[in-house]
């Protein structure tokens, strides 16, 4: 086989990456496997990135863990997408519980955007994550509840200021197909261009389910690219309810074929990044019980049909 990356690069795409976490890179086998190019040409932080990780304490930077990424990635010659500036969840309780202002708030966001995005130049951001509630009103935060949607484009508007090489996109789950959560997403894109607040992509986290692939997903992707934004799946993995079976693990595979497949359709759909390669290191059994085996890689770091799915897609 080719690799994954060479697949997407062949299709014209920029890259096809994995998200990591460094607890993990300890597993050699698995960190080889992460370093392998053919594979990977792209590394997403799962947790380092994140505002409890960066700025635990109000105007203290820590990037020791998310460097240890960063350079891991830059030593492969892999690019890195940043994860993630403002969000409502893995935020410390100084954000949460300070019961700041709206211009005292607005600088904390300047701050740790400026910091962030300024201390990795030159990397694609998911700048905001998850701003949307299912039914595309916007989700309560102490951001929102604050500021009301002009925190986006104050994180966006830092994120330029601190490195104008550095891509900016908003970020959401739930936004694969068409419905109102991505209508959602299309008028805050209308809305930041109307307002000149500096966008470049939307991210689809697609976060699915085997065999429950939203049929609108090429035109979903398509109806981003045509605000003149780009587009990247950016935390691609595909659940099912354990135990794996035979049967499961072919619709899984078309699953994955459907979901590449729409993005390579797609010329401003820019890349696909998977939420780790292997289920030995996914998050989806701590968080939906009963559920795993969303990867291409099973837990012995052995492919899985999903993985010729996803060359397939390509
Ligand atoms: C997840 C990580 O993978 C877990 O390790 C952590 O415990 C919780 O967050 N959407 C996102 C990611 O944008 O940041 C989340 O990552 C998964 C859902």
Same mark, same amino acid.
């Given at each position: 086989t080719v690799g994954l990356a060479v697949a997407a690069k062949a299709a014209g795409k920029k890259y096809f990456g994995s998200a990591?976490?460094?607890?993990?890179?300890? %597993?050699?086998?698995?960190?080889?496997?992460?370093?392998?190019?053919?594979?990977?040409?792209?590394?997403t932080p799962g947790n380092s990135m994140k505002w409890d990780a960066t700025e635990g304490t109000r105007g203290t930077?820590?990037?020791?863990?998310?460097?240890?990424?960063?350079?891991?990635?830059?030593?492969?010659?892999?690019?890195?997408?940043?994860?993630?500036?403002?969000?409502?969840?893995?935020?410390?309780?100084?954000?949460?519980?300070?019961?700041?202002d709206a211009s005292t708030l607005t600088s904390i966001i300047q701050t740790h955007t400026t910091n962030v995005v300024g201390h990795f130049k030159g990397k694609i951001w998911d700048v905001v994550n998850e701003p949307f509630n299912e039914d595309g009103t916007w989700r309560t935060s102490v951001f929102y509840n604050t500021l009301g949607s002009s925190f986006v484009s104050i994180a966006?508007?830092?994120?330029?200021?601190? %490195?104008?090489?550095?891509?900016?996109?908003?970020?959401?789950?739930?936004? %694969?197909?068409?419905?109102?959560?991505?209508?959602?997403?299309?008028?805050?894109?209308?809305?930041?261009?109307a307002s000149g607040a500096p966008i470049d992509g939307v991210g689809i986290q697609a976060h699915l389910i085997v065999g429950q692939v939203p049929s609108t997903i090429q035109a979903n992707i398509a109806q981003f690219t045509a605000l003149g934004v780009e587009v990247a799946i950016t935390e691609l993995d595909i659940r099912m309810t354990l135990p794996v079976t035979t049967a499961l693990l072919e619709q899984q595979k078309k699953d994955y074929q459907t979901v590449i497949a729409a993005c390579k359709a797609v010329s401003g759909c820019i890349g696909v990044t998977i939420w780790d390669y292997t289920d030995k290191y996914s998050w989806v059994p701590s968080v939906f019980q009963g559920q795993g085996a969303a990867l291409p890689w099973d837990d012995r770091l052995v492919k899985k049909p999903a993985y010729d799915g996803i060359v397939a897609g390509f």
């Open positions: 990591t976490d460094n607890p993990e890179l300890t %597993d050699s086998s698995y960190t080889a496997l992460l370093s392998n190019t053919k594979e990977f040409n792209q590394l930077f820590t990037f020791t863990k998310a460097d240890e990424i960063v350079s891991l990635a830059q030593t492969n010659g892999q690019l890195i997408r940043g994860h993630t500036c403002v969000w409502h969840s893995q935020l410390p309780g100084w954000v949460t519980a300070g019961n700041f966006l508007q830092a994120a330029r200021a601190a %490195d104008p090489a550095a891509k900016l996109y908003v970020n959401d789950y739930n936004i %694969d197909g068409t419905g109102a959560k991505s209508t959602a997403m299309v008028n805050l894109v209308k809305s930041l261009k």
